[in-house]
T-cell receptor, first 114, second 115 residues
């Protein structure tokens, strides 16, 4: 069973600051590491994903940094805004019974205060 | 294009009662999943399906059953509800195994309370 350890569990950041969420994973045979964003009362939605043939991927204010040798990847939110307040999940793919599945981290609740 | 829809949105059950949660997707996805979300525990996979007529157990399958009689529908059943099954349930779907970017599309969730 793929284990994914996510930290911190909660995070409070001032508007304009940088939010950083970290994840560590175990072995994987696939090359896809997504981050999902979930607003209260909604289902999670894909925010950004990275393939480990690159060490960093940036989309607007959101950046994933990937360290394959350390089996770690992190989400950086630059210039954090109150609208970024949500729960963030990292995920790592794995194989069970011959089929691909994704194991999610336990989530980080981000609050951006004005 | 409605994406992934779930029925019902809310439900309250008494211990021992049964119910079925319905998930439907209109994206012609092969894979479908049922998760439960509990505070501090993230999303845990209950059961999943890799195609019509095929289902498999996930991380926390006990107390649940599933069926995928049609490609677009994935049903989650609770035969005898227990208070430990109080949770928010999410259905998701994704493209086939052979896609490198296997994005999962989630429904809006069903909040279930078992008294």
């Amino acid at each position: 069973q793929q284990q994914v350890k996510q930290s911190p569990q909660s995070l409070i950041v001032q508007k304009g600051g940088i939010s950083i969420i970290n994840c560590a994973y175990e072995n994987t045979a696939f090359d896809y590491f997504p981050w999902y964003q979930q607003f209260p009362g909604k289902g999670p939605a894909l925010l950004i994903a990275i393939r480990p043939d690159v060490s960093e991927k940036k989309e607007g204010r959101f950046t994933i940094s990937f360290n394959k040798s350390a089996k770690q990847f992190s989400l950086h939110i630059m210039d954090s805004q109150p609208g970024d307040s949500a729960t963030y999940f990292c995920a790592a793919p794995g194989v069970s019974g011959g089929y691909q599945k994704v194991t999610f981290g336990t989530g980080t609740k981000l609050q951006v205060i004005p | 294009n409605a994406g992934v829809t779930q029925t019902p949105k809310f439900r309250v059950l008494k211990t021992g009662q049964s119910m079925t949660l319905l998930c439907a997707q209109d994206m012609n996805h092969e894979y479908m999943y049922w998760y439960r979300q509990d505070p501090g525990m993230g999303l845990r996979l209950i059961h999943y399906s890799v195609g019509e007529g095929t289902t498999a157990k996930g991380e926390v399958p006990d107390g649940y059953n599933v069926s995928r009689l049609k490609k677009q529908n994935f049903l989650l059943g609770l035969e005898s509800a227990a208070p430990s099954q109080t949770s928010v349930y999410f259905c998701a779907s994704s493209y086939s195994l052979h896609s490198s970017y296997n994005e999962q599309f989630f429904g809006p969730g069903t909040r279930l309370t078992v008294l």
